[in-house]
C-alpha cells in the first residue's frame, strides 16, 4: 500500500514537471516570438521611409481625400513612396492616437520621414499651398485669365459675377458698375479647397477690404472709397515707379479743383476695343463712360485693380503747383506747372521718338 501511494506521488511530481516546462518552454517561445514582433515593429517605427532612400529625396505633394480611412491613407503614402505600405502603419496610428486625427487635402511630405513623423504632419501640418501673385494695376479680364489658366476657376463665370449687380450689392457698392478696382493685386497662398469663380474673387475681395480698413485708419472723414479707387487705379497706370505716384495723384486733383479734365490715356485704353498699342486722335475723341479727354472729373469707374502704394498715393497726395506730366521714356516724368513748360517737356521728351503705325503728327497736350 505505502509503495502504491509513493508511485502517484511519484507520477504526480513527473506530470507537474512535464506542465512546468511546458509553460516555460511557451513563455520562452512567446517571449521570443514577442520580442522578434516588437523588434519587427520598432524596425518599422525607427525606419525613415522605404528602403533605398535618404534625407536628400525630394518632397511630394499628396492628396488625401475626404473620409479616406487610415487603410486608404497608407495606401496612398505608399504609392507615392513615402512609407512602407503594410499593417504596422496601421498599428502605430492606432497606437499613437492618430488615426481619428489624420487630416484631408493636399500636402507637402518628405519621402524620407519615419512613420511617426508622417503621421503628425498628416495631423497638424497646414494642408499644401499655391502661390499666385496678381500684378498691381491688372484689370478684372487678366485676373480671370490668370486664376483660370492653373484651374482655379472659369474665366467667363469669373467676369459674370465680376459684373453680377447682386454680387456688386453684396460687397457694399451701390453706384458701381462692377467690382473693377476692388480685386486686390496682391500675393496669395490658396490650397485647393479653394475653387470656383465666388471662392477666388471673395478671397480678393476681403483682402481689398483689409488693406482698405489698414490705410484709411485714422482718416477723418472717411474718405470715398468709389472716388479713391478710381484715381488710384489711374494713378496705378500712369506709372510703375512707386516714387511719383504721390506727385501724379497731386497733379490729377489739383487739375480736378481747377475744374480741369484728367486727360489720362490710360483711361482711354480702358474704354476702347480696338487698342493696339498706339493711341490714335479718333481714340482720343470717341466718347466712353471712362474717356477723360471727353469727359469732366473722374471715369464712370477704375480701370485696373490698384495695389496698396497707388491707394496711399490717393489718400496722401503731394502737394505741389504741378498740373502737367508727360513721360521721359525711362519709366519717369517730367512735371509742369503751366501748359508752356509742358509743351516744351512734350517737344523734347517726344518729338525724337519714333512714331508707331499711322505716323501720326506729334500730338501737343492743348488743356
Known amino acids: 500500500m505505502t509503495k502504491k501511494v509513493t508511485d502517484s506521488i511519484e507520477r504526480k511530481l513527473s506530470t507537474k514537471g512535464i506542465v512546468r516546462r511546458i509553460v516555460l518552454v511557451t ?35 499628396v492628396t488625401i481625400p475626404k473620409r479616406s480611412s ?60 499655391y502661390v499666385i501673385t496678381i500684378p498691381e494695376g491688372f484689370n478684372a479680364s487678366q485676373i480671370a485669365a490668370l486664376f483660370a489658366k492653373d484651374g482655379w476657376c472659369d474665366e467667363k463665370t469669373f467676369l459674370q459675377l ?29 490650397t485647393k479647397d479653394i475653387s470656383g469663380a465666388n471662392a477666388v474673387i471673395t478671397i480678393l475681395l476681403h483682402r481689398f477690404k483689409k488693406v482698405w480698413g489698414e490705410e484709411t485708419a485714422g482718416i477723418s472723414p472717411p474718405p470715398d472709397v468709389d472716388k479713391t479707387i478710381i484715381l488710384a487705379s489711374i494713378v496705378e497706370k500712369e506709372t510703375a515707379t512707386a516714387s511719383e505716384r504721390p506727385l501724379i495723384a497731386g497733379v490729377f486733383q ?10 489720362s490715356d490710360p483711361t482711354v485704353v480702358y474704354g476702347v476695343a480696338d487698342y493696339n498699342g498706339v493711341i490714335t486722335r479718333k481714340h482720343l475723341r470717341t466718347p466712353t463712360p471712362y474717356n ?70 506729334l500730338r501737343l497736350e492743348r488743356w
Open 162 to 190: 465680376v459684373q453680377s449687380p447682386e454680387r456688386i450689392k453684396t460687397f457694399g457698392l451701390t453706384s458701381g458698375h462692377s467690382l473693377e478696382g476692388f480685386l486686390f493685386p496682391d500675393t496669395y497662398l490658396l
Open 254 to 263: 489739383n487739375r480736378l479743383k481747377r475744374g480741369m479734365r484728367l486727360q
Open 70 to 129: 487610415v487603410k486608404t491613407i497608407a495606401r496612398i503614402l505608399g504609392e507615392h513612396n513615402i512609407i512602407r505600405n503594410d499593417v504596422r502603419f496601421l498599428i502605430l496610428a492606432k497606437l499613437s492616437g492618430y488615426s481619428t486625427r489624420l487630416q484631408a487635402g493636399e500636402f507637402l511630405l518628405p519621402k524620407a520621414k519615419k512613420p511617426q513623423e508622417i503621421l503628425e504632419l498628416l495631423t497638424y501640418a497646414k494642408p499644401f499651398s
Open 27 to 61: 513563455i520562452l517561445l512567446l517571449a521570443f516570438v514577442c520580442t522578434g514582433l516588437f523588434a519587427y515593429y520598432q524596425s518599422y517605427v525607427n525606419s525613415a521611409g522605404p528602403i533605398g532612400l535618404s534625407a536628400d529625396d525630394a518632397s511630394v505633394v
Open 292 to 361: 477723360t479727354y471727353t469727359l469732366p472729373g473722374l471715369p464712370v469707374g477704375p480701370i485696373a485693380n490698384p495695389g496698396r502704394e497707388a491707394i496711399f498715393a490717393v489718400l496722401h497726395p503731394q502737394k505741389s503747383s504741378k498740373l502737367y506730366f508727360v513721360s521721359k521714356n525711362d519709366g519717369t516724368h517730367q512735371f509742369s506747372a503751366n501748359l508752356t513748360d509742358h509743351n516744351r517737356a512734350v517737344r523734347k521728351y517726344q518729338r525724337k521718338k519714333k512714331l508707331k503705325k499711322g505716323k501720326e503728327k
